[in-house]
């Protein structure tokens, strides 16, 4: 058996998920998940799919019509000015596969990458499985979970190769401004590093735009641009998460070439009727983005005014996009994280992830607002009761 698996552990939103799933009627506050089901007209583009028998083999890296809606889309939408054709383009297997062929293509054993803290655990084993390592830099509470950049530079030593960044950010809900971005990309090009721009939560985002790296990084040089390299899925914009279909975007030759055997010898390729579906989701209408969206923020404003009204629980700022509240966990609670997380599901089978799990060394509890608002409500009656 592989000596470096045996070394990964299961996520514990994973353990959290399997004790809900046994109780009667779960608030399902730890899940990622879209409560919403995906629109129709996409649905109708797989099925025609179907129809029409695009059932068979199709390019590893993806379909021509889709990448063609994928450059109008990145040009247009996320105005990255400087990918110059479609083979800078590679379909995967959602956001996670873009993530882990991106780790595995760019890093060489030994290699530190630079990530938030708290950070997404799953980005975490990507880079430790493809040989990195982790170097965590904290998002400030207080910066709206952003980071404060000089502390980010100091942290770079000989060895650095990359940054990961994630915004929209699971799981505080912070988001990057151009600002960030502009010092961020200085900072790479100052230490000829990668960025990795984790943008899965491009669409969920609240009183504001989102921002992508690229957009920022077009007024920078072709040797800067060429180590970006920006992964967007179609999981939570259109509710697609169990299609798997997500992508990356990088200027480089290199990158492109290799990215392109880490699919074929993975995956050889996604799934072609979802990838027709995914055209739809693209060129169809966006109404069904912006109106998941503003139910998100309904929810979104239930929690957070609910969380700050229990004793044990603080978040300072609502956050700004993704569909997850972060809180302190107050001296209220004298217990750990854990035992909070425990508390919740055995009083109220009520679901939520502790800090530790996105190796945050400071008491803290996420919640997940992507389920029913109804079991938000729900979730807050009980949070203020056990105050
Ligand atoms: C931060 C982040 N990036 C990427 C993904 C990838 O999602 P998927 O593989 O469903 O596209 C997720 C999913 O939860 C996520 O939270």
């Known amino acids: ?19 809900l799933l046994q109780l009667d009627s779960p608030l399902r506050l730890e899940s990622g998940e879209p409560s919403f089901d995906t629109p129709k007209h996409i649905k109708e583009a797989m099925a025609k799919a179907l129809v029409d028998n695009h059932t068979h083999y199709a390019a590893s890296t993806g379909i021509k019509p889709l990448k063609e809606a994928i450059l109008k889309k990145i040009t247009e939408k996320n105005k990255i000015s400087y990918i110059d054709g479609l083979d800078k383009i590679v379909v995967t297997n959602g956001g996670m596969h873009a993530l882990y062929c991106t780790f595995q293509t760019i890093l060489n054993a030994g290699d530190e990458v630079i990530i938030p803290q708290p950070n997404w655990t799953a980005t975490g084993w990507m880079i430790e499985l493809a040989g990195g390592k982790l170097v ?49 990309l200085a900072i790479a090009e100052k230490h000829d590093l990668y960025v990795v721009s984790d943008e899965a939560y491009e669409d969920i985002i609240y009183d504001q735009e989102h921002v992508s790296l690229g957009e920022v990084a077009s007024d920078f040089s072709k040797k800067v641009q060429d180590k970006i390299i920006t992964a967007f899925t179609f999981s939570k914009s259109f509710a697609m998460t169990g299609w798997r279909v997500g992508y990356t975007v990088c200027s480089s030759d290199d990158f492109a070439d290799n990215m392109k055997k880490m699919i074929l010898y993975s995956i050889n390729g996604v799934s072609t009727p979802s990838q027709y579906g995914a055209i739809a989701a693209l060129e169809g209408p966006q109404d069904c983005v912006t109106d998941m969206v503003k139910i998100y923020k309904e929810r979104r404003d239930i929690l957070f005014e609910g969380v700050n009204k229990t004793q044990f629980l603080t978040c300072e700022t609502p956050p700004g996009g993704a569909f997850y509240l972060y809180a302190k966990i107050t001296d209220a609670w004298d217990k750990s994280a854990w035992d909070l997380v425990n508390y919740l599901i055995d009083t109220y089978s009520m679901g939520s992830v502790p800090g530790d799990i996105f190796y945050d060394d400071e008491p803290s509890i996420r919640f997940s607002y992507a389920c029913e608002t109804s079991m938000i409500q729900k979730a807050i009656e009980n949070l203020n009761r056990s105050s």
């Open 1 to 19: 058996m592989n000596n470096q698996l045996r070394d990964v552990i299961f996520s514990g939103i994973v353990s959290v998920r399997d004790r």
């Open 136 to 184: 965590k830099v904290k998002l400030k509470p207080e910066l709206a979970y952003r980071w404060d950049m000089s502390e980010l530079e100091s942290k770079i030593t000989d060895r650095t190769t990359a940054i990961l960044i994630n915004s929209p950010h699971n799981p505080t809900g912070g988001v990057m401004t151009k600002d960030d971005y502009k010092a961020l």
